[in-house]
């Protein structure tokens, strides 16, 4: 079964190999340059926050264990976490948007390596507060970078079509290239060096501390609000308002919650789910194949992004596709037979299942970019961090509650609830295309318009 995991490897590596090379005019987007110094900038930046929290994401299950706590403790410091980021994410976003994006990512900096630092300690105290200060980080990871690009992007006057370039380069180094070779730089620290559990989180201090010298050092800053001088109960106010007025930021928000809430749950169930009876199954390899399959998403996000592809549009196909690609255990629960004994390689069922899991993670990389571009287009610029972090509240109640009850119901349950919140993500995004539909101005609006202006250039609707 080793030859499935490189067939399955290898084929993926081609694919993505493929389409990035045989790019044409039609799916790259000419830009100045300006904003490719601009972009790579970013790039630059988002790559490193990202190896700091990838090198991080196979170790923290594992350096708990070597600590001697329960199943149940480890449960509870990563409930702690997801805690944390609801309770104070809000707060976060909404001093982020009134005191400074850039000041904002600095503080993600120096917050995620204080939380690194703490896993030194072996006291439960100590490392329940890292896992507080990471949750804390997290809020600001997924709301700050993306807010201070999107108003510096603005405030450059640059094309916006070219946002969507940044984004799904973003997301296919970020998520995709870097997430590989954080994975291969932890199993050398950890397995090849023999520097112990505790080194990842070293070196993704390093990266952090690297990162926050570009961002002092090149980034200017950037607010939400700066003519207004609100308190962060006025800007709680007015994003709870944006959200409950604007039918299209309510739609994104519960959109976003239910597709990550599921993507979320995945991560914890992909395991059992691949090795029901203690099967052996090779994870870091398993992760690198998922990060490669996000990576062949990205890219095709790219494409249908330089063809102008209506994101509202495509998504619909994307949410139904991961919908059916987490049902696969449901399915080959009854249709293959389980296997008898203990221990082994993975079994024909578990290749199945990790074959719609890359299908899964495909769609992964296909959304975030995607959502990206639709929250730059939805939520407005004055309280975009406080409402994206008040996205994340519902988000992290349901990690929540799956965490603590991921033993109270059978596995193909909890995969069936992701694939029922993916499928009613697709509805939302149906009824947010029809009220984007709705708003475009029609054809002979288009035709009044050149009859009042008869010398107006061509327009497009």
């Known amino acids: 079964m080793e030859m499935f995991y490189m067939l399955v490897f290898g084929g993926l590596a081609a694919v993505v190999t493929a389409l990035e090379l045989s790019k044409n005019t039609k799916d790259r987007i000419t830009t100045s340059s300006a904003f490719s110094s601009f972009k790579?900038?970013?790039?630059?930046?988002?790559?490193?926050?990202?190896?700091?929290?990838?090198?991080?994401?196979?170790?923290?299950?594992?350096?708990?264990?070597?600590?001697?706590?329960?199943?149940?403790?480890?449960?509870?410091?990563?409930?702690?976490?997801?805690?944390?980021?609801?309770?104070?994410?809000?707060?976060?976003?909404?001093?982020?948007?009134?005191?400074?994006?850039?000041?904002?990512?600095?503080?993600?900096?120096?917050?995620?390596?204080?939380?690194?630092?703490?896993?030194?300690?072996?006291?439960?105290?100590?490392?329940?507060?890292?896992?507080?200060?990471?949750?804390?980080?997290?809020?600001?990871?997924?709301?700050?970078?993306?807010?201070?690009?999107?108003?510096?992007?603005?405030?450059?006057?640059?094309?916006?079509?070219?946002?969507?370039?940044?984004?799904?380069?973003?997301?296919?180094l970020g998520n995709g290239l870097v997430a590989i070779l954080a994975g291969l730089l932890g199993n050398l620290l950890v397995h090849t060096f023999e520097f112990g559990p505790v080194a990842p989180f070293d070196a993704a201090s390093c990266f952090l501390a690297i990162g926050m010298i570009v961002i002092i050092s090149s980034w200017p800053e950037n607010y939400g609000d700066p003519s207004e001088n609100k308190d962060l109960l006025t800007q709680f106010r007015g994003a709870a308002v944006a959200i409950a007025s604007d039918e299209k930021i309510a739609l994104l928000g519960a959109?976003?919650?239910?597709?990550?809430?599921?993507?979320?749950?995945?991560?914890?169930?992909?395991?059992?789910?691949?090795?029901?009876?203690?099967?052996?199954?090779?994870?870091?390899?398993?992760?690198?194949?998922?990060?490669?399959?996000?990576?062949?998403?990205?890219?095709?996000?790219?494409?249908?992004?330089?063809?102008?592809?209506?994101?509202?549009?495509?998504?619909?196909?994307?949410?139904?596709?991961?919908?059916?690609?987490?049902?696969?255990?449901?399915?080959?629960?009854?249709?293959?037979?389980?296997?008898?004994?203990?221990?082994?390689?993975?079994?024909?069922?578990?290749?199945?299942?990790?074959?719609?899991?890359?299908?899964?993670?495909?769609?992964?990389?296909?959304?975030?970019?995607?959502?990206?571009?639709?929250?730059?287009?939805?939520?407005?610029?004055?309280?975009?961090?406080?409402?994206?972090?008040?996205?994340?509240?519902?988000l992290n109640i349901f990690v929540c509650i799956v965490l603590y009850n991921v033993e109270a119901f059978p596995i193909t349950v909890m995969f069936g609830m992701c694939s029922l919140f993916l499928f009613l993500a697709s509805i939302l995004q149906r009824r947010l295309l029809v009220l984007a539909e709705s708003q475009r101005p029609k054809p002979q609006e288009w035709t009044a318009m050149k009859e009042r202006d008869p010398e107006a250039e061509p327009l497009n609707a």
């Open 40 to 172: 790579n900038n970013y790039l630059l930046v988002y790559s490193l926050m990202m190896a700091g929290d990838w090198l991080q994401g196979p170790y923290v299950y594992y350096l708990y264990t070597t600590y001697g706590f329960t199943k149940g403790d480890i449960g509870h410091l990563f409930i702690a976490g997801f805690g944390s980021s609801m309770l104070f994410g809000t707060i976060v976003g909404s001093l982020a948007d009134k005191t400074g994006r850039k000041r904002a990512c600095v503080t993600y900096c120096i917050t995620y390596i204080l939380s690194c630092l703490t896993k030194h300690s072996p006291q439960y105290r100590i490392l329940m507060i890292g896992r507080i200060l990471g949750g804390i980080a997290t809020s600001l990871l997924f709301s700050a970078f993306e807010s201070w690009l999107v108003a510096e992007h603005n405030k450059r006057a640059f094309d916006q079509q070219w946002l969507s370039l940044t984004f799904s380069k973003a997301i296919f």
């Open 255 to 394: 959109i976003q919650s239910l597709f990550e809430g599921s993507m979320y749950t995945f991560v914890f169930l992909w395991t059992p789910a691949l090795s029901p009876n203690d099967e052996e199954i090779p994870h870091g390899f398993i992760f690198a194949t998922f990060m490669l399959s996000s990576m062949l998403g990205s890219s095709f996000a790219s494409r249908l992004m330089a063809r102008s592809a209506k994101t509202e549009s495509y998504m619909q196909i994307v949410f139904t596709v991961s919908a059916a690609s987490l049902t696969l255990p449901i399915v080959t629960s009854f249709l293959v037979a389980p296997a008898g004994v203990k221990g082994g390689s993975i079994t024909f069922a578990g290749c199945i299942q990790l074959l719609g899991f890359c299908v899964f993670e495909s769609c992964v990389g296909i959304f975030w970019p995607s959502i990206m571009k639709m929250r730059s287009q939805y939520i407005p610029e004055e309280s975009r961090s406080t409402i994206m972090n008040f996205f994340r509240i519902p």
